[in-house]
């Protein structure tokens, strides 16, 4: 429930960021939480995925690097 709220007031006034683009953040954060069940989600972690998710691309393919990408930088940078 609460990463849907992040994910719907993510860069709400960017004009870039669509309801598509807003989809593929969703389905990155949502699955880097639950491949994470050892982490806590937490605010912040969409900011965080969205530009990814913009230079990745929506699609299967561009959400896949985006959720390699998040992952790897949460691990190797931000200890949550």
Do not use: C, T
């Amino acid at each position: 429930a609460q990463i849907r709220k992040d994910v719907r007031r993510s860069h709400a006034s960017s004009p870039e960021v669509g309801d598509g683009v807003r989809v593929a953040l969703g389905r990155v954060v949502e699955a880097w939480a639950a491949s994470h069940p050892e982490r806590v989600y937490l605010q912040g972690v969409d900011a965080l995925a969205m530009p990814l998710v913009l230079v990745a691309g929506a699609g299967e393919e561009g959400e896949a690097l985006a959720f390699a990408l998040l992952s790897n930088l949460i691990e190797q940078r931000l200890p949550l």
